[in-house]
Structure formats: C-alpha cells, structure tokens
C-alpha cells in the first residue's frame, strides 16, 4: 500500500518566531488522518521545528543538502548536520533550485546518493517548464530527469524515494494542471519506472504532485489513482489552507 502524503515547502519564507507560531495551529488543528504530514521549514528553524514537533505526527523535512559531506563549501549543509538536529529527510531538485542555482541531473544524482548512503529519506522533485507542455516535449523531459539522476539507484533504495512531480508552469503562477494532466504524467512516471525496475516497485512508490494546490482543488487531484498527495508551497504557509489540503486526502 503507497503512503498517502502532504508536506509543505515553506521555501524562504517564516523567521524563527512565525516558525513556531505556525507549527504551534498546525498542532491544535492537525486531524486524524492516515497520510503522513510534513513541512520543511528553513535551516536556521530546523532544530526549534523538531524540538516542537517532537511528539506530533508532524515530520520535518530539509529543503536541500550538500553532495559531499564537509569541507570548504562556505554557507552549505552537510547530511550528518541535518541528521544531526534530528531530521532524517530532504527534499532534492526542486525547480527553484535548478532554475536559480544551476543544479543539473547530474549534481542531483550525486545528492541523492549522498542521501541515501546517510539513510535519509528523499523527496525528489522534477518536471517540464511551460515551453516543454506545449512542444510536447513534456514526458521526453520527465522521462530524462527520472533518468539521469535516478535510475543509477540499486532497487533496493527506492524505499528511500518519494517523487515529487512539479509542472514548473504551475508553481506559484496561480495555474494548476487539470486534475487529468496531473493523473497522466503521474501513471507516465509509474509506468516508467515499472520498465526500468518492476511494477511491484513501481506500484510501492509515492508519487506528489506540486504546482498551486490548494484547498480547493485539492480533493479532485488526490483522488486520482496514481496521485498520491501533494507537496504544497504557498498554501502550506497558512495553517488554514495546509489543514484543509491534508483533510482532502
């Protein structure tokens, strides 16, 4: 059975004080659900979020992570000093963070590698910009990020991955692929993975779709069959909104 799944990318955004103020009504208004939740607050929040979080459901996720593990990387981090504040997940190859700084496949790969050697789970995210969609060249694309920076991974790492499918043209820009779009690509990826592994794999593994969910289409996305939860980025800022999201799944 896949893991049902929301988390919430709060990207560069919340101090230390609106941190725990926000996690403070995720806690009070968190409903029982059987999907897993988490949020990924930014670095210098990491220790406080687990601190608070301790004895909640609520996962705390790391919004990125050096490839190597120390040295003379001025303002990176390292996986052992994110496991050491207690959090054992990362989310790797965001659109954001190859658009502004240059992360390509290949740097991603070593990333992951990197994740899975300190057992830490991964949320890897990829998809097509807005002039693949309409080239067509949308599912070449997807089929190649998956590709180069995964398909190296011995099966057996894959219970480390969640996948994290994000129309690019679709982030932040108020668009959201329909509902139908979102399912297409989402049984693409899985069929992909079931001709590069098996379909027992394919079928274990959880695949998110990101890009403008939000409360209110977010029940009609989830329940597609290949769309198993959402990771979420400026409704996740609102306790309101992210609470009304997990209710949807």
């Known amino acids: 059975m896949r893991k049902k799944i929301v988390a919430g990318n709060w990207k560069m955004n919340k101090d230390l004080a609106e941190t725990q103020a926000l996690i403070s ?7 029982a659900t059987d999907a897993e ?5 930014t670095f210098t929040s990491l220790y406080a979020a687990f601190q608070a979080l301790k004895d909640s459901p609520i996962e705390v996720v790391a919004q990125n992570m050096h490839q190597e593990a120390n040295g003379a990387y001025t303002g990176e981090i390292s996986a052992s000093m994110i496991k050491s504040v207690g959090v054992n997940s990362v989310i790797l190859g965001h659109s954001e963070r190859r658009a502004y700084f240059g992360e390509d496949d290949a740097l991603l790969a070593k990333k992951v590698d990197t994740a899975i050697e300190n057992e830490m789970e991964v949320i890897f995210c990829f998809g097509e910009e ?3 969609r309409k080239s067509g060249n949308h599912f070449k694309l997807v089929e190649s990020q998956l590709k180069n920076a995964l398909f190296h991974l011995k099966a057996d790492a894959w219970k480390n991955i969640i996948l994290a499918y994000e129309p690019v043209w679709a982030i932040g820009t108020g668009e959201t692929a329909s509902p139908e779009q979102a399912q297409e690509m989402h049984e693409f990826i899985r069929k992909t993975i079931a001709e590069n592994y098996n379909q027992d794999l394919a079928d274990s593994i959880s695949i998110l779709y990101g890009g403008s969910v939000k409360p209110a289409n977010a029940e009609e996305i989830f329940s597609k069959p290949d769309v198993d ?5 400026g409704a996740s800022l609102k306790a309101e909104d992210f609470i009304g999201i997990v209710k949807a799944i």
């Not at 009504?25 to 409903?31: A, C, E, N, T, Y």
């Not at 939860?229 to 980025?233: E, K, N, Q």
């Open 25 to 31: 009504d995720l806690k009070k208004s968190l409903p």
């Open 37 to 41: 939740v988490k949020i990924a607050p």
């Open 130 to 132: 807005l002039d693949d």
């Open 229 to 233: 939860g959402g990771l979420i980025g």
